[in-house]
């Protein structure tokens, strides 16, 4: 019996299987891989988080803060977009914005982490890149979740144990929205200038707020909408965005008895057959 060479047999075998893919066979896979669309509708509100690459610190000292902050500001003039809230911590930052324009967001993160990687690079004499890949976010219902969101944003500081209270970390928009220091990059949202009549009771609703922690099912919302780009809001908000983007913006329930109350509930939690995900 004539036995075939090893080579004949290696070709045979599973040509998914990465161990027998070449170098450019590789790249063409990686190259392919779907990417989560991004959610495009000018006029609302989206919450964005960019990190530094591997966790790595992407803010040194007080010039990096201040050149971060500037270049955002230049942007958010430049692509239409109006910042509600923001911190930008040691290793990541995060923005409440709302964009006018249907590529504002990207082009004003692509702006941002172009003109910053370039500070950054000079400054400290290095190469590559800083961010971990593209930015993430979640599109929200600024009636249910603005204020929430705002809250999360600026109190990202006291999580880490970097303060005690938002009113101590120089570089977010709390000292804005909630003391009324001046602040260029900060545009109020309407769902907060509806707290109050005056500036004066408007800040003092906004600071009452802080009172209530968020719980851990609105934080684990909160992360995941923002982590897979999934829609923050209730079902006929949802309904409506899902419209207007002609494609899903929630996750599916995945398995069990879709006639069983547990089911139920668990589709209500991650908003899955367009339930209420708030």
Known sequence: VTRRPHFVYRRQQRPSDSRYLTQTQRFAKDTTTARVPRSMCPGHPQHVIQRGNNRQAILRDEDDSWC????????????????HAYVLMPNHFHL??????????????????????????????????????????????????????????????????????????????????????EDELVTPHPVYEALGDTAKTRREAYRDGFEDPLDDGLLKRI????????????????????????????PRARGGDRRSEAYRRAAAQTGGGRADAG
């Open 68 to 83: 971060l902050w500037s270049k955002l500001r230049d942007a958010a003039t430049k692509f239409h977009c109006d910042i």
């Open 96 to 181: 409440i914005l709302t964009p006018w324009q249907d590529d504002g967001i990207g082009k004003l993160m692509q702006y941002t982490g172009r003109y910053y990687v370039q500070h950054v690079n000079a400054r400290y004499e290095r190469t590559g890149t800083l961010w971990e890949g593209r930015y993430r976010a979640t599109l929200f219902d600024p009636d249910a979740y603005l204020l929430c969101l705002s809250r999360y944003v600026e109190n990202n500081a006291v999580r880490a144990a970097l303060v005690k209270t938002p009113a101590d970390y120089d570089w977010s928009s709390y000292p804005a929205n909630a003391l009324g220091v």
């Open 223 to 250: 992360r995941d909408s923002t982590n897979k780009a999934w829609l923050l809001g209730d079902t006929a908000f949802c309904s409506r965005i899902e419209d207007k983007l002609n494609r899903r913006a929630l």
